[in-house]
């Protein structure tokens, strides 16, 4: 796998304000990312520093890697988390015109603003002005103004916010298939059961500085926490595992969070002694257990 | 790449200003306006044909020397006259008084006036008579009448002025002052349409999108030649609707003289939306909302109107020339003045190149500083940059 996408050690202060305190990030060729944090943990800001848009304090910003140029960005996508686009401007227009500014002909920006315009459900709102459109619809159009030039970087800032269910497949599709054809992918959301689903990788920021990344696998199994859930047969008896955390609980249901060290087997024998057992599990906490985790820390 | 992204960013302010609706009923009023003043003169014109008529009471003048009287006088006056006994004088001088006759003609020849003598009817009857008597004369001496015509022939009279003059010359007056107009209205609306594009890319966060592909040097130039050129565009349409209708209705006769203004005067127009698209360009990218625009732009007003007021006072002759020739020379005050200058013909060949060299250098240094500031402010959002923060800037320095 090459080696695309490289963020290291990014600081970035605004006056007094540190926003970035050491980012590490990579993505590489062909691989969906997924870039988590809280609000103010510096996503925003280490996307603009990819992107050149804002002036780092240190660090670097690599492609390939090496140094990325102006030349590369040219070749990034960027969907900016708030709508980027000219309000007055027709769809296929607009489309175009990005098109144009990131170097294509006049010719072949027309033609696949047509193209892009179809592909995110928008083929018969060609002649609309962004105005007009919902706000899903306009998401639909700023991501067809990433796409345009066919990027080989694609910079996503909160690609599904506002987006209903049916968007957010379409966009899912999109962003896979860009993947397939080689496309680095990095996007931050908020959405992290939309997250789990779609990204392979993830990295976690909290307070400027890379708390965590890897395989959602990976991160999940690392948590010092695992999820012990028990449906009984009957009665909800008074049984909790030792070290464990009750966590709440619909009716007939017994949720703890116990140390990663603890025997299943052991607690489910535990378990088996005080009252029927109709299901359990024992696994990892979710992706968006291990971020609050991180955040709190 | 950069030209054509400048070039790409031009064509879209040209095209979506162009169709809004706003422009084109303006730019029509405009042409309308500019067609009817010629047509006007046409339709209803102020007639040097039409001679003034002027009613001459005679007193013992036979009418064939009353025939030669209205003959000399026929180009300036339309002359009518009525017969009065010598002994009629009282209801001469009753006439008189009432205007039922402008002026009286006695033998003599004595005119007769009411009170004051009329300075055109004097002059014009004065000429007529002296012609008369030098007919008369000649004709004592033998000499034809051809001889005697030629005898009367006016002689030209050429005129030259030891200072020049300040007075105002008709048309080219009238085309110094449209110079004047559009120096000094198009930078204010053009300038600050170009303030409000900048505005609206960083309020819809459109900007992060461009400049992801683009300088903002780059934004910049495209936004202030777009913009600079669909005002030259509008001004081109008003004045060819002008050239038209003078060309059309023949209503004045345009000095070809006129014609070697133009050139200084689209340098001149052409610097002065340059410059100021620049500078509100630039003013824009110091806010984040439209509401705030206004807390800004008064800077720019200020050299605008200065030149404005002083290229009128230049008119009317009652400005400094120290001042007019300090102005003319500044960039940001040079396109107003230069038109009026060089209309007056006050203005030397090498203060026309030195003050269009300030103007050139002046919008590159502009451009440059703009440049500078704008890498900085066109990201920043929420409260206005402040003046102190420009300033250093503009000097390459960074803010926070």
Not at chain 1, 56 to 62: F, K, Y
Not at chain 1, 206 to 235: F, K, M, Q, Y
Not at chain 2, 235 to 253: E, K, N, Q, R
Not at chain 2, 269 to 276: D, E, F, N, R
Request: with cysteine.
């Amino acid at each position: 796998m090459s080696s695309g996408l490289g963020v290291h050690g990014l600081h970035k202060k605004f006056g007094d304000t540190v926003a970035l305190d050491g980012v590490d990030l990579d993505v590489p060729r062909g691989r969906l990312v997924g870039f988590l944090g809280p609000n103010g943990a510096g996503k925003t800001t280490t996307m603009r520093g990819i992107l050149g848009l804002s002036a780092m304090d240190a660090g670097a910003v690599t492609w390939e890697g090496r140094p990325m140029t102006e030349q590369d960005r040219h070749h990034i996508g960027y969907m900016p988390q708030e709508r980027g686009l000219y309000q007055g401007m027709r769809v296929l227009e607009h489309i175009a015109y990005i098109g144009r500014i990131a170097g294509l002909d006049a010719r072949t920006a027309e033609e696949r603003a047509g193209r892009w315009a179809d592909r995110v459900g928008l083929a018969d709102r060609g002649d609309d002005r962004v105005q007009e459109l919902s706000t899903g619809n306009q998401q639909r159009v700023q991501l067809a103004v990433a796409l345009v030039h066919e990027p080989q970087l694609l910079v996503l800032d909160e690609p599904f916010a506002g987006l209903d269910p049916v968007a957010v497949s379409m966009l899912s599709e999109i962003m896979a298939e860009q993947v397939d054809n080689g496309v680095s992918v990095v996007f931050s959301s908020h959405q992290l059961d939309v997250v789990q689903e779609l990204a392979e990788y993830v990295t976690i920021v909290a307070g400027g500085r890379t708390r965590a990344t890897g395989t959602v696998t990976d991160l999940r199994n690392s948590s010092p926490h695992r999820r012990l859930e028990i449906r009984w047969a009957g009665a909800v008896p008074s049984w909790s595992p030792p070290d464990g955390v009750a966590e709440p609980s619909p009716h007939g249901v017994s949720r703890f969070l116990v140390p990663a060290r603890s025997d299943a087997a052991a607690l489910i024998a535990d378990a088996s002694s005080a009252g029927g057992l109709a299901a359990v599990s024992f696994e990892p906490p979710s992706l968006g257990d291990v971020f609050l985790e991180l955040a709190r820390t | 790449m950069t030209w054509a992204q400048a070039t790409t960013v031009a064509a879209r302010e040209i095209r979506v200003r162009a169709r809004t609706r706003a422009f084109r009923v303006i730019t029509g009023i405009l042409v309308l306006v500019a067609i009817a003043g010629p047509t006007a003169a046409a339709l209803w014109p102020e007639g040097d044909d039409d001679l003034r008529s002027v009613t001459v009471g005679l007193v013992d003048v036979d009418d064939a020397t009353a025939e030669q009287i209205a003959a000399f006088a026929a180009t300036r006056l339309d002359l009518t006259f009525r017969p009065y006994a010598a002994s009629a004088r009282a209801d001469l001088d009753r006439d008189l008084s009432d205007g039922e006759i402008d002026v009286a003609l006695e033998a003599g020849p004595t005119l007769v006036w009411d009170r004051a003598a009329d300075p055109q009817i004097a002059a014009v009857l004065h000429g007529a008579l002296q012609q008369l008597d030098a007919l008369s004369r000649g004709r004592e001496l033998g000499l034809g009448d051809d001889e005697i015509a030629k005898m009367l022939t006016p002689v030209e009279i050429g005129e030259r002025h030891a200072q020049p003059s300040n007075q105002p010359r008709g048309l080219a007056m009238a085309v110094a002052m449209i110079g004047l107009m559009a120096a000094f209205l198009l930078p204010q609306l053009y300038g600050q349409l170009a303030m409000m594009s900048v505005v609206e890319e960083k309020s819809t966060r459109v900007i992060e999108v461009l400049l992801s592909h683009l300088r903002p040097r780059t934004l910049l130039m495209g936004k202030v030649v777009g913009i600079g050129a669909l005002a030259m565009a509008q001004l081109a349409v008003v004045v060819c609707g002008l050239v038209a209708a003078l060309l059309v209705t023949d209503a004045f006769d345009v000095p070809s003289a006129i014609w070697q203004f133009v050139p200084v005067f689209v340098i001149a127009i052409v610097g002065g939306l340059a410059i100021y698209n620049t500078l509100f360009a630039l003013l824009g990218s110091l806010i984040s909302r439209q509401e705030d625009a206004s807390q800004v732009m008064l800077p720019v007003f200020i050299p605008l109107m200065a030149g404005f007021f002083v290229a009128q006072a230049t008119v009317a002759g009652s400005a400094n020339p120290t001042l007019v020739r300090v102005l003319t020379l500044f960039p940001l005050t040079a396109p107003m003045l230069l038109p009026i200058r060089v209309a007056l013909e006050t203005i030397e060949p090498w203060e026309i190149a030195l003050s269009l060299g300030l103007l050139a250098l002046g919008v590159w240094l502009l451009i440059r500083i703009a440049g500078r500031v704008y890498e900085f402010t066109l990201l920043h959002t929420g409260s206005r940059v402040g003046w102190g923060q420009l300033l250093r800037l503009s000097r390459g320095s960074a803010i926070d």
